[in-house]
């Protein structure tokens, strides 16, 4: 196959913090989720916009080193030989939960299944630290978003519609949960 992928994951190391953020690219904005809880069980619904707008989140300014052979937090970053093309950070949360501070996949590599292979290294993670399962926030608008964590088995658990409070563009904060 000429377009084989050579794909590794790692965790971050010192070599690798130079890279880190670099799957970190813009995204595409098609609409809302428009949630509903009903008889204890939370669903949605898309409102997809007449046209798309494209936004970013600025990269993160952290001390990487602590993400470093740390027992409670950690980053994985997907290769494709050398070219850091995606990033999963995931920590301890105090619910017993591995929440997944952030998921990128570079641009060019998106639907190519570099984000199921980020989600299958935190659960492989969050296992081992004998957590209950993988927890996540993400906006409303980030519908792309949502959708990939659906199909990974993610369940809508609840939303916030204060947290956002000072963005504007977004209507409510989603949490997502895939409980092992």
Same mark, same amino acid.
């Given at each position: 196959m000429e377009d084989a992928l050579d794909i590794s994951i790692q965790a971050l190391n010192e070599e690798s913090i130079n890279v880190v953020s670099e799957a970190n690219e813009p995204f595409p904005i098609l609409g809302k989720i428009i949630p509903s809880f009903c008889d204890g069980v939370w669903t949605?619904?898309?409102q997809l916009y007449e046209k798309a707008r494209v936004?970013?989140?600025?990269?993160?300014? /952290?001390?990487?080193?602590?993400?470093?052979?740390?027992?409670?937090?950690?980053?994985? /970053? =997907?290769?494709?030989?050398?070219?850091?093309?995606?990033?999963?950070?995931?920590?301890?949360?105090?619910?017993?939960?591995a929440y997944i501070e952030n998921i990128a996949v570079r641009n060019s590599y998106r639907h190519s299944g570099i984000g199921h292979l980020l989600i299958q290294v935190a659960e492989t993670w969050a296992i081992e630290h004998s957590?209950?399962? /993988?927890?996540?926030? =993400?906006?409303?608008?980030?519908?792309? =978003?949502?959708?990939?964590?659906?199909?990974?088995?993610? =369940?809508l658990g609840g939303i916030d519609t204060l947290k956002q409070t000072g963005n504007p563009n977004i209507d409510m904060t989603l949490y997502w949960y895939k409980i092992f």
């Open positions: 949605y619904e898309e936004t970013s989140f600025p990269n993160d300014s /952290l001390d990487w080193h602590e993400y470093i052979n740390s027992e409670d937090k950690q980053v994985f /970053l =997907a290769f494709d030989e050398t070219t850091c093309i995606g990033q999963i950070r995931v920590v301890k949360d105090w619910n017993r939960f957590l209950l399962g /993988l927890s996540l926030e =993400a906006q409303n608008d980030n519908v792309i =978003a949502c959708r990939f964590y659906a199909k990974e088995g993610f =369940a």
